[in-house]
Structures are given as C-alpha cells and as structure tokens.
C-alpha cells in the first residue's frame, strides 16, 4: 500500500511513520524546506517538500496514492499569530482532503485529538457520543483541531472514507520539539516542578497510538471517531510516577486555580510578549487544568483492536530518552 503520510518529522508521526514501514507500506513522507530530518532516519520511503499552508504543494505527492493518514498539526498552547494556527490545522486539513478526493484516493486517516471531546470538572469518564459544541473549546488549538475534525467529518458524510482518531495525551520517546506534554517531563527531570494544580489527564503510550493508526488503514469506519488513550491519572499521581521512576522528588504543594492563573497571565506578558518568547504556563493551559480530561477508549479496543497498557513503560521510556538526548541530565542532580 501507497501512503502519503503527514507530519512524519513529530513526535506522533515519526511513531506511525515506523509503524507503517514495519508493515510494509510504500511511505511518501510530507516535510517543510526547514524540516529536521534526523527523526526520518532508518525510515524506509521518499519525502515531498511542501507545506499544509500551501495546498497546491501537495498535489504532486498524492498522485498513485492509496491512502493519506494525515498526522500532521500545529501543536501549541501559546502561539502569537493565531491566524497560523488555523490555517494549517483547518485549512490545511481541508485542502489536504479535497486534494486526496481529486487524486482518488481510496482512504484518509486523520489524526484529531482528544482535545475536541468536553470534558468536565468532576473527572466523568467520556466517550466519542458525549455531546460537544465548539463553546466548549479552550483556547486556539482546541478550537482549531475541533473545527479540522469537522471538515473530516463533513467530508465522510459526503462520501469521502475518512477515519477520525482521537489520541489523549501520547508518551513516549522521540518527543524532539518537544510537545507540551513532553515540556511536562523536561521541567520535572530538571527539577523546575515546585507544585502541581488539582487536574487529570489520561496518558496513553505512542507506540501503540502508531499502531492504531495502522490498524485503522483497514479495520476504521468511515466517519467513525476513535479514542485512542491509555490510563486516567490525576496530575498527582503522573507526578508521583515520574518520582519512583528518576529517583527525583515528587512536588507536594498544590496550586489553587486562581495563583495559577495569576501566574500564567504574567508569565503570558511578560515571557511571551515583551520578551518574545513561549512562556512557560499559560492561561490556556490553566483553563484546560480545570477540568480532568478522562476517557474511555472502549470503540477503539471493539473495532480496531488497541490495547490499553500500563503507561509505567512509556513514561521510563520517554524519560530516558530526554535524558540520553540532552534535555535533562542523566542522573538526578
């Protein structure tokens, strides 16, 4: 099989780009002029300079294709051209789909997230059917991919054979950028976590997201949404975790919303916009922290097969990586 796969140079592409490969498939990789391609490495398959901002670029690469699974996004909690953002999140997922339409081609992955589901302050777990308007988006980047999950959407309801999947928060290694989850990991390893807020996240491991993503090729249905997740852990426990694996102290103060949010606003200003720089919190990322964000992937274990394991060896892994890469030192200080 023929595969157009987006986003192969990030953290959850170069993972399903693996993934593909061991299974066989002829990958065309999408990558930018400024691509890093040292994660495409010991990957099997050709690349195709263009960009998801500029449809047209991608033309070229759809043709004698047979599917597209389509990884890539613009992932971030603070960006200062939102306008960015939602090109290349909706517009480009857009286009990519219309392109794939004219090319003939038979069957679109595309990578959501679990940030387009709505979740609530009291932990309820939620599933695909929970009901969800785009008000109940926090921020750009949930409101960008919510609204690129519905042209998928729209377009499966058109007759197009779109598969939609939704991961939680993947783990692992080879978070090079790395993610603001892997931000979470690098803080922690260089011991700059002095507390923690009153939130939960559910972690799923990587590698297994990456071979949903395969599993879906053949097994998705069309127009289907998928949760691809792993275990349901307060901030606390995730915390704790990370503790028992680096021999590193786990944080016990909690921050009450309203510190954190003072904080992150300062942080916005003064970091991001005086200084140019990612701040280091966000009010974004506080808003999100105030809802726990559990989920079951029950439709995904019934229909495509994943498996929901014990997220102790994508935590090891991810933190052994950022520490054999430089991100953190190797032992603790």
């Known amino acids: 099989m023929k595969i157009f796969l987006t986003g192969a140079t990030g953290f959850v592409g170069h993972h399903v780009a693996r993934a593909l490969a061991s299974e066989g498939a002829e990958l065309r990789m999408l990558v930018r002029k400024t691509s890093n391609l040292a994660s495409l490495e010991g990957i099997p398959g050709e690349t195709h300079v263009g960009d998801l901002a500029q449809p047209e670029s991608l033309k070229p690469a759809l043709s004698g294709c047979d599917a597209v699974v389509h990884v890539a996004a613009d992932y971030r909690l603070w960006i200062p051209d939102p306008a960015a953002m939602y090109k290349a999140n ?14 003939g ?8 997230s679990v940030a387009t589901m709505h979740f609530r302050t009291d932990g309820v777990v939620i599933n695909e059917d929970t009901p969800v308007t ?4 926090v921020g750009h980047y949930k409101r960008s991919k919510f609204l690129a999950e519905q042209e998928a959407i729209k ?85 704790d ?47 999100m922290g105030r809802k726990k964000m559990y989920a079951s992937s029950a439709h995904a274990q019934q ?31």
Do not use: C
């Open 303 to 333: 229909e495509l097969g994943f498996r929901i394991l014990p997220v102790n060896p994508a935590m090891r892994a991810a933190i052994e990586w950022f520490r054999a890469n430089g991100y953190a030192p190797q032992t603790p200080a």
């Open 155 to 239: 377009a499966a309801e058109a007759g197009q054979n779109v598969v939609i999947l939704n991961p939680t928060t993947p783990i692992g290694s080879h978070d090079a950028k790395p993610t603001p989850t892997g931000r979470i990991f690098v803080d922690f390893l260089n011991s700059r976590f002095p507390a923690y807020m009153d939130t939960g996240l559910n972690l799923v491991d990587v590698a297994e997201v990456a071979r949903a993503h395969v599993a879906a090729l053949t097994r998705g249905q069309s127009g289907h949404r998928y949760i691809l997740g792993g275990e349901n852990l307060t901030f606390k426990q995730i915390l």
């Open 134 to 137: 785009l008000a109940d988006m």
């Open 90 to 103: 909706v517009g480009g997922t857009r286009e990519l789909l219309r392109l794939a339409r004219e090319a």
């Open 105 to 112: 081609v038979e069957r679109v992955v595309y990578t959501s």
């Open 241 to 287: 975790k990370m503790a028992e694996i680096t021999g590193l102290p786990s944080p016990t103060m909690k921050i009450p919303f309203a510190v954190a949010a003072t904080y992150a606003f300062f942080e916005e200003w003064i970091t991001g916009r005086i200084r140019g720089r990612e701040p280091r919190a966000t009010l974004e990322e506080v808003r």
